[in-house]
Nanobody, 115 residues
């Protein structure tokens, strides 16, 4: 059974930084995609950043150079370094894996950006 466990969320002031990490277990393959989505309260879940198995990195436009995704294909881990956080980044952040058309999600970790 595939399990994704996130860590690293929390409360940070505007302009601050947070790092999210996700460890995938129960995976016997190198996933096609690993990354992060988020859901702002009252809105639909949206992609933040994903990394392909060949280390191609994709970012949402709102990231605007502030976030950096890192992936260890061999260890099945993915991290997201978030800098220059804004109140609009407040959301639940979900670790995401997609392989051969099947999606897997973590339980989510809350990120709150507030003074």
């Amino acid at each position: 059974q595939v399990q994704l466990v996130e860590s690293g969320g929390g409360l940070v002031q505007p302009g601050g930084s947070l790092s999210l990490s996700c460890a995938a277990s129960g995976i016997s393959f190198s996933a096609d995609f690993m990354g992060w989505h988020r859901q702002v309260s009252g809105k639909e879940r949206e992609m933040v950043s994903v990394s392909t198995r060949n280390d191609v990195k994709v970012y949402a436009k709102f990231v605007n150079g502030r976030f950096t995704i890192s992936r260890d294909v061999a260890q099945n881990t993915v991290s997201l370094q978030m800098n220059s956080l804004e109140p609009e980044d407040t959301a639940i952040y979900y670790c995401y894996v997609k392989h051969s058309g099947t999606e897997y999600w973590g339980q989510g970790t809350q990120v709150t950006v507030s003074a």
